[in-house]
């Protein structure tokens, strides 16, 4: 069923519940970038993206909003595709989970399951997460989601089950004959172990909410959001429907090539869609590819952090190819990176406003000035040995560009471009073709067009490489070469040498003008204003999303939580106007602690294992800090510590006391508190 010549790649579908910001457009940008490039290299090319708008998230969402789920769905979705439009984002389809094609489709699979034996009906009682619409195994009324932390619910419910049990070994004799299906490789290591440790069934419908897609026959159960979500790969090219045109489409660009997602959903995406494929009969997709979180502030840039950057702030200030430029150049894909607006800036300035873009404008206006805006031939005589050395550099270049594009090193594949044009802007300097051109013998001619026709085939060559990943300055220069539409350019043909002469160049301009200091300020500025008006009138922010225990159950309350502080016996004054007696705050223990050790706790990314020392003892303290903190460095560092609270087990580790911190944003995020001032270890806060 598979088709050479063609490549399918898709976004994972963004939930409709937060607005779009640019955790959102680096996948977005990331598959863009990809997809271009397949098409500038001959690929008949499918690049799909859309929202995901089903599940009690978002019912719960519009209903906090005051509008119908319909209203709430359309509108959000309705900005991601503006975003998208606005980025110039080369997507061919953009799906909709609450489309009729769609809801047809996941109907479709659902039944096809069904018939071929894999779901059946049975109940289940117990914990859910709403957050992650994950059933928690496992885990007491109340008890924390093992995956987001935030409080479980518990509900009961006849549900519909997929025989995700019966798939554990094909998928593990999958992966191990598809090396290349889960990558980077440190995931596909992770899911192995995931599958090996055993699979239970899963739950695939649910009767507790009515937003979702009905289940065939049986439309009090609405089918899954995951199995929902999913399915949207294969819906949007044609699943489920039998219209002719449809049926092609689905022979052509299934299976995929690439699914690009974020880390945090791997297991949906590498166990439970590959799982359904098998079970389905359905061919799988060739690859996974998992990328790392952008980072600000140190913590996962999430709406419900409160963290988060608007792309549009960078569209308006500095443009969108300075944003893809970033977001390519500065995250090593596949890891975190961390976004500021300062190192915005300065990426902009270093590589683009001045390497790229004064190769660009020297290069083209001297060609103007001493040639009369026409492309001259380097002279067969007038070689020097530094001349064929930018060549040679520039015939690697793009053999390394390719190969490290092709590997989703994108940022050593811009590093390898931009080593051509520091080359080029060096030997620019050093043969001074402005003092060439002074002198007005043949030979100075002739060398004068040497060097300038070496500059320009240069600009062209690394032009048409990062063409795909900042696209709007490439079509600017490739037309002031005089050369036309660079998206109609065949990469694969790219070589040295093929500039022609006599190529009359296009009007030249700068491409990208330098920010100056106050960029930068402007952004945080536009940004804050972005959140102010977001929180006035933001339908989002009123949804009631849980507390992360991440960040939460230690720490995103206050100290005098009911459930981390024994409630105080009836003989207490009771409290008047919310206010409390002196004697209930001299109840709560406060000391300063010093930190001796602090770690990660094992599978619980959010959980840092820490030993205290609070004067009397050293205690051990698991708090919710470690998206927030290096265990590292807060080795030596001195803490509030709430030191007579009853202790209790996260993780199965028993946790005697609680670190104080502010709370920041929605989530809660954790800042210590502290002291300027040293102070001893031991002194009681009162
Ligand atoms: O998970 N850093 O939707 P979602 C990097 N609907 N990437 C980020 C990011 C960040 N800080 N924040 C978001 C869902 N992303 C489901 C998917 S697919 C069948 C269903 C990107 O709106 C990244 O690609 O929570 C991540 O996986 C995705 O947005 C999550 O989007």
Redesign the pocket.
């Known amino acids: 069923m598979d088709n050479p010549g063609k490549f399918y790649i898709t976004?994972?579908?963004?939930?409709v519940n937060?607005r779009p910001?640019i955790?959102?457009t680096?996948?977005t940008v990331v598959c863009d970038a990809i997809a271009r490039r397949q098409r500038m290299m001959g690929m008949d090319t499918w690049f799909l993206t859309g929202t995901?708008e089903h599940g009690q998230k978002i019912e719960r969402s519009a209903a906090a909003a005051g509008c119908s789920p319909r209203e709430f769905v359309d509108k959000i979705a309705g900005e991601f595709r503006a975003l998208w439009d606005h980025m110039k984002i080369t997507y061919d389809d953009f799906i909709r989970t609450t489309e009729p094609r769609h809801i047809r489709g996941v109907q479709a699979m659902f039944t096809r399951l069904q018939e071929r034996g894999y779901i059946y009906k049975g109940s289940y009682s117990g914990q859910y997460c709403v957050f992650d619409e994950l059933y928690v195994d496992a885990a007491g009324p109340g008890a924390p989601c093992p995956e987001c932390g935030r409080p479980t619910e518990t509900v009961h419910e006849e549900n519909y089950f997929f025989k995700l049990s019966a798939m554990q070994e094909p998928l593990l004799k999958f992966y191990a004959e598809h090396p290349g299906f889960i990558r980077p490789e440190p995931r596909r290591n992770e899911v192995t172990a995931f599958v090996r440790s055993g699979l239970r069934d899963l739950s695939v419908s649910r009767t507790s909410f009515k937003w979702g897609i009905p289940v065939p026959n049986d439309p009090k159960h609405v089918i899954y959001v995951w199995l929902d979500?999913?399915a949207?790969y294969m819906t949007a090219i044609g699943f489920g429907s039998d219209d002719p045109a449809d049926v092609q489409k689905l022979a052509r660009y299934w299976p995929a090539d690439v699914h690009m997602?974020?880390k945090?959903?791997v297991r949906?995406h590498c166990v439970y869609w590959p799982a359904f494929l098998l079970a389905a009969d359905l061919p799988l997709p060739k690859s996974i590819i998992a990328?790392g979180?952008?980072l600000f502030e140190e913590s996962?840039?999430?709406k419900s952090r409160g963290n988060i950057v608007r792309s549009e702030t960078i569209l308006d200030t500095l443009g969108g190819d300075a944003l893809r430029y970033f977001l390519l150049r500065e995250i090593v894909f596949g890891q975190d990176g961390s976004f500021s607006f300062d190192a915005l800036v300065q990426r902009f300035n270093a590589d683009l406003a001045n390497d790229l873009g004064n190769l660009s404008s020297r290069t083209l206006s001297m060609i103007t000035r001493y040639f009369d805006g026409e492309v001259p031939y380097p002279s067969a005589s007038e070689r020097t040995p530094a001349d064929e050395a930018i060549g040679a550099l520039a015939g690697r270049t793009i053999a390394d560009f390719h190969a490290q594009f092709e590997q989703f090193q994108f940022s050593r594949a811009l590093e390898t471009a931009w080593s051509l044009v520091a080359a080029v802007n060096k030997y620019i300097v050093e043969n001074e073709p402005w003092a060439v051109a002074e002198r007005e013998d043949q030979d100075s001619r002739a060398r004068l067009a040497t060097i300038l026709y070496t500059s320009a085939e240069a600009l062209r060559v690394v032009s048409a490489l990062v063409h795909p990943v900042i696209p709007d300055a490439t079509a600017r220069i490739w037309s002031q070469l005089g050369l036309g539409e660079i998206d109609k350019f065949d990469l694969r043909s790219l070589a040295w040498g093929q500039l022609q002469l006599g190529t009359k160049l296009g009007k030249v301009e700068p491409v990208f003008p330098r920010a100056d200091k106050s960029t930068v300020e402007r952004m945080q500025q536009m940004e804050q204003q972005r959140s102010m008006e977001g929180a006035s009138k933001e339908t989002i922010a009123a949804s009631p999303e849980p507390q992360p225990a991440g960040t939460g159950t230690q720490l995103g309350r206050p100290a005098t939580q009911a459930d981390s502080v024994p409630s105080p016996p009836a003989s207490v004054p009771a409290a008047v106007d919310n206010k409390i007696t002196i004697d209930d705050f001299l109840k709560v223990e406060l000391r300063v602690g010093e930190v001796k050790v602090a770690e990660k706790v094992k599978g619980a990314d959010k959980l840092l294992r820490m030993e205290v020392d609070i004067g009397s003892e050293v205690r051990q303290i698991v708090a919710g800090i470690a998206k927030a903190y290096e265990p590292e460095k807060l080795i030596g560092r001195k803490v509030v510590i709430v030191t007579n609270l009853q202790p209790r087990k996260l993780r199965g580790l028993e946790s005697n006391g609680m670190i104080v911190a502010a709370s920041l944003g929605d989530e809660g995020q954790p800042v210590l508190a502290g002291f300027l001032e040293d102070v001893p270890v031991g002194a009681k806060l009162k």
């Open positions: 976004t994972p579908i963004y939930y937060a910001h955790g959102h680096y996948t995901d979500a999913l949207n997602i974020g945090e959903i949906f990328h979180w952008l996962k840039m999430s």
